[in-house]
């Protein structure tokens, strides 16, 4: 049981350039979420599933689309990155309903040049 | 959901009692007080959550005022690995709306030797 996973771990990109961030969880979880987190920052919800093949937007989500076409994985986007995406991305996962804990992977940081 | 109001960063001695107060003046009462925590550059972890009574599980024990305005989390014996940034989150439960926790900056945990 891997929990949440994320790929790539680190990734530097140039201004412009498109890239795919994989989410995956083992868990059977209905929900899934994508964080950010710029330094000395909290987490700032940027997009958000709550099953199968549907998306939500969260608190940040200008320049990032997201894909649910699979319930055990999440997709995020960027299009075209700006240096502004520069921050480390955090995937959480949760059954589903009201009471429960999220669970959170590792964290991609990603560097925009 | 309400705001929260944490101090910024806070000292323990190892051995000690942690105790973290939260803020939240404006909630409401359907909502519930989450505590997560993120030891550096990981993923942030579930700790303990409650509606009124007070909570404990094997990490902590989490005491919310009769009144329900403020909580402290407690960390009963802190160790060095307790160090980490501690987020105090207020949400709705019983509810699917939105699924979103907004984290603020949190409480800089420092357990001294």
């Known amino acids: 049981n891997a929990g949440v996973t994320q790929t790539p771990k680190f990734r530097v990109l140039k201004t412009g350039q498109s890239m795919t961030l994989l989410c995956a969880q083992d868990?059977?979880?209905?929900?899934m979420y994508w964080y950010r987190q710029d330094p000395g920052m909290g987490l700032r919800l940027i997009h958000y599933?709550?099953?199968?093949?549907?998306?939500a937007k969260g608190e940040v989500p200008d320049g990032y689309n997201v894909s649910r076409l699979k319930k055990q994985n999440f997709l995020l986007g960027l299009e075209s990155a700006a240096p502004s995406q520069t921050s480390v991305y955090f995937c959480?996962?949760?059954?589903?309903?009201?009471?429960?804990?999220?669970?959170f992977g590792p964290g991609t940081r990603l560097t925009v040049l | 959901d309400a705001k929260t109001t944490q101090p910024p960063s806070m000292d323990c001695a190892e051995g000690r009692a942690a105790n973290l107060p939260c803020n939240h003046s404006?909630?409401?009462?359907?909502?519930?007080v989450y505590w997560y925590r993120q030891i550096h550059s990981q993923g942030p972890q579930y700790i303990i959550h409650?509606?009124?009574n007070n909570e404990t599980n094997e990490m902590a024990s989490l005491i919310i005022t009769e009144d329900r305005k403020s909580s402290t989390l407690i960390l009963p014996h802190a160790t060095l690995r307790d160090t980490a940034v501690y987020y105090c989150?207020?949400?709705?439960?019983?509810?699917?709306?939105?699924?979103?926790?907004?984290f603020g900056t949190g409480t800089s945990l420092t357990v001294i030797p």
């Open positions: 959480a996962s949760r059954i589903g309903g009201a009471y429960n804990e999220q669970f």
């Open positions: 868990m059977n979880h209905e929900y």
């Open positions: 599933s709550v099953g199968e093949g549907t998306t």
């Open positions: 404006t909630i409401s009462g359907n909502e519930y």
């Open positions: 409650g509606l009124k």
């Open positions: 989150i207020v949400r709705e439960g019983a509810t699917n709306t939105g699924n979103q926790f907004y």
